[in-house]
């Protein structure tokens, strides 16, 4: 069985100031990990990905995420947060199941910046 | 070019009405996906086709009905609508099986009242 735990529903940053947001994962099979990014009444964007290799992957819009086996986490960082970043972010974690991708999802941490 | 849209955007009925949402995709991906986002913003699986074989069937009641006319298409027909069908409804293809990025849709607002 796989799951998501998003530590922290909402938060929220001074724009300029580190984002950290925080995912643990738990899964029965070696785990694929992945970023999305929700904007107000769009659909899911793909911010970065981790399958296997580098445990630090790079993703669009300055975004960074470390893979830590040890602590089963995939925390999402940017060094510095602009107005653009507020947003929903997702978690999730995949593997394969019964032969094919199954994703399952965080419940979503809201990002608000402040200016 | 939208790569995975969705029709409606909206879509406001009664209960007990019957509906479908339409999905398409240009990609030329062999997966597509149904996924249903209730009010607390939180994302659940509930079908998968590959190649227009129903691969993943998320215990989901049987009034949910999809229905892939090809590979590039995967509709959702629900029936006798309930008000707790009420979300926000998307769509979203990978390449394949394997473990790939899923590109998704706009979504669709269903409000059932």
């Known amino acids: 069985a796989q799951s998501v735990t998003q530590l922290g529903s909402h938060v929220s940053v001074s724009e300029g100031a580190l984002v950290l947001l925080r995912c643990n994962y738990s899964?029965?099979?070696?785990?694929?990990l992945f970023w999305y990014v929700q904007y107000p009444n769009q659909g899911l964007q793909l911010l970065l990905k981790?399958?296997?290799?580098?445990?630090l992957v790079k993703g669009i819009n300055g975004f960074e995420a470390e893979f830590k086996k040890s602590e089963t986490s995939f925390h999402l960082t940017k060094p510095s947060a602009h107005m653009s970043d507020a947003a929903e972010y997702f978690c999730?974690?995949?593997?394969?199941?019964?032969?094919?991708?199954?994703?399952?999802f965080g419940q979503g941490t809201r990002l608000t910046i402040n200016p | 070019d939208t790569a995975v849209s969705q029709t409606p955007k909206y879509l406001v009925t009664q209960m007990g009405n019957d509906k479908s949402i339409k999905c398409e995709q240009n990609?030329?991906?062999?997966?597509m996906y149904w996924y249903k986002q209730d009010s607390k913003k939180f994302l659940k699986i509930m079908f998968s086709?590959?190649?227009?074989?129903?691969?993943i069937n998320e215990t989901v009641p049987n009034r949910f009905s999809p229905k892939s006319p090809d590979k590039a298409h995967l509709n959702l027909h629900i029936n006798s609508l309930e008000l707790g069908d009420s979300a926000v409804y998307f769509c979203?293809?990978?390449?394949?099986?394997?473990?790939?990025?899923?590109?998704f849709g706009p979504g669709t607002r269903l409000t059932v009242t």
């Open positions: 979203a293809s990978s390449q394949d099986l394997w473990v790939n990025e899923q590109y």
């Open positions: 899964s029965s099979v070696p785990p694929y």
């Open positions: 981790y399958t296997t290799g580098a445990t």
């Open positions: 999730a974690v995949s593997g394969i199941i019964q032969g094919a991708q199954k994703l399952v």
């Open positions: 990609l030329g991906h062999d997966t």
């Open positions: 086709y590959n190649n227009k074989e129903l691969i």
